[in-house]
């Protein structure tokens, strides 16, 4: 068991720098999902932790010990990749046992370690069969079980679940947080999946090109994002966006509606983008901000999306899903003002 610090992270591969000074403090035993966009640099950090790519400025400590100069093995970690290799002609056993192979343990005390991993993965039965015999959940399992039988102080893990189909993937993903919650060790583990994110994390990293956008747990990232970029990447549909000025707690949007909001953190007047998800806008609310015409009404069964086309733009909102309104009805939408949200149009960053 150990924490993990990241600190002033740079990698550069020749003269591009693709991380950004990125620090980080992840306490013993917490689960921690980086998450971000195909390209945002989550593999290179995720590396660097490994021992895979090396440090090109800042510092890695695991459990109070730097270890940029050490070697994978003496990390106290393991990992798991999306394209997880299993050995064809390696039972199950075998397979889980490779990741004892340099490990010192007597012959009995890695027997041991397989069976207990074994069975807290429900394998016990399945361990001399080989992996074409095994389903891909299964599989995918028997690599979790290849790193956990090391014990590490942190696991890692890459997109793990992206190759597996949707109802394997959700089933997989409660299986590794049911399983953290039993062995209790630290996890970092990457996504470009929001929900993914959402569901597994203690807190999420939201990255976008090298940089960290905001780190939180799962509802202060959906509830208060820091700025536009997680206000549209975590939650879906995204938030609603409409541009606007600002001036005191008034936003009079580009269609001439005038919202009042919270307090915000600007002084004079200023352009704004007002923020509100489609969760938290309903029509026929007590307290109406705008109205306009369903152009589109997408049924989800529990509950109605609806597009509506107002003076400010189309945006969508959330209807009941036994009775919605019809397209080409005139719907008034409202939402509490404590879940509006206020962003700088230029820099993005929220003013709430
Ligand atoms: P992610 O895992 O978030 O999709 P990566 O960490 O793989 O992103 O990549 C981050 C950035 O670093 C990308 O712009 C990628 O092209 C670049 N990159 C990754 N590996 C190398 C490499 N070996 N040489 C040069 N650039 C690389
Ligand atoms: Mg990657």
Known sequence: MANLILRNL?????????????????ADGEFVVFVGPSGCGKSTTLRMIAGLEDVTKGSIEIGGREVNNLEPKERDIAMVFQNYAIYPHMSVKKNIAFGLRS???????????????AEILDMVDLLDRKPNQLSGGQRQRVAIGRAMVRNPAVFLFDEPLSNLDAQLRTQMRLEIKKLHQRVGNTIVFVTHDQVEAMTMADRIVIMKDGYI??????????????????????????????????????????????????????????????????DDLHAGSANPIMS????VREPLGSETLIYV??????IIAKADGRTPPEVGEIV???????NLHVFDAETGVALT
Do not use: C, W
């Open 103 to 117: 490990s010192k343990l007597p012959k009995a005390d890695k027997e041991k370690r397989i069976q207990e991993v």
């Open 213 to 278: 956008q905001q780190v939180g747990t799962p509802a202060e990232v959906f509830h208060k994002p820091a700025n536009t970029f997680v206000a549209r990447f975590i939650g879906a549909p995204s938030m609603n966006l409409l541009s606007g000025t600002l001036d005191a707690t008034t936003v009079t949007l580009d269609g001439g509606q005038a919202v009042t909001v919270p307090s915000v953190a600007a002084i004079g007047s200023k352009t704004v983008l007002l923020g509100v998800r489609p």
């Open 10 to 26: 740079i990698k550069s591969y020749g003269t591009t720098e693709v991380i950004h000074d990125i620090s980080l403090d992840v």
């Open 332 to 338: 008034e939408l409202g939402a509490a003002p404590e």
């Open 309 to 314: 086309e107002t003076a400010s733009g189309e």
């Open 292 to 295: 306009g015409k369903v152009v």
